[in-house]
T-cell receptor, first 112, second 114 residues
């Protein structure tokens, strides 16, 4: 069966520090991968998505970047965190239109 | 352009009451998919249901039921005899053929008190 792993679960980082969040999927091949952020206001904001290795689409210009070094690995990074980067980050995967996402358990990031 | 509207920001009910969460969508496509997700306080989004645009049959799963009406572009979700464990944020989402991403509504927070 397919599983998605996301870590860490909680992270407190100082302003200006780097960030690396990792997401891996098991039990499937060539998934579409997604990074979402959920701020305190509850809405889900799509940050990046990837349909294949090295293919990254950015939805919102910001202080973050994403990479997909392997088929089932998706990494969210920042060189210097801002206070506004605080939020709940969710990784998700699917196998194409109509399948729906399976989400990871999320990372709660607090930038102090 | 696709859009999903969940007009109810927050709903409070007492346990055992029935509650309906509204979802209205906009799309130009004739083929599309609709979804509901549940986000409990733990944060992880849990898939509840998928419906394609050619299947207007209502679905029931235990205390949950979904009413899909293309004529009004709505995909409403009803919880019968609500329980405290139903307290969560519920998201409705839309996917059009040819687009990799889902469009989510802003969510409805459901609070079920004992």
């Amino acid at each position: 069966s397919q599983t998605i792993h996301q870590w860490p679960a909680t992270l407190v980082q100082p302003v200006g520090s780097p960030l690396s969040l990792e997401c891996t999927v098991e039990g499937t091949s060539n998934p579409n991968l997604y990074w979402y952020r959920q701020a305190a206001g509850r809405g889900l904001q799509l940050l990046f998505y990837s349909v294949g290795i090295g293919q990254i689409s950015s939805e919102v210009p910001q202080n973050l970047s994403a990479s997909r070094p392997q088929d089932r690995q998706f990494i969210l990074s920042s060189k210097k965190l801002l206070l506004s980067d605080s939020g709940f980050y969710l990784c998700a995967w699917d196998l194409g239109t109509g399948h729906g996402y399976t989400f990871g358990s999320g990372t709660r990031l607090t930038v102090v | 352009a696709q859009k999903v509207t969940q007009a109810q920001t927050e709903i409070s009910v007492v346990e055992k009451e029935d509650v309906t969460l509204d979802c209205v969508y906009e799309t130009r496509d004739t083929t599309y998919y609709l979804f509901w997700y549940k986000q409990p306080p733990s944060g992880e989004l849990v898939f509840l249901i998928r419906r394609n645009s050619f299947d207007e049959q209502n679905e029931i799963s235990g205390r949950y039921s979904w009413n899909f009406q293309k004529s009004t572009s709505s995909f409403n979700f009803t919880i019968t005899a609500s329980q405290v464990v139903d307290s969560a944020v519920y998201f409705c989402a839309l996917s059009e053929v040819g687009y990799s991403t889902l469009t989510f509504g802003k969510g409805t927070m459901l609070l079920v008190s004992p």
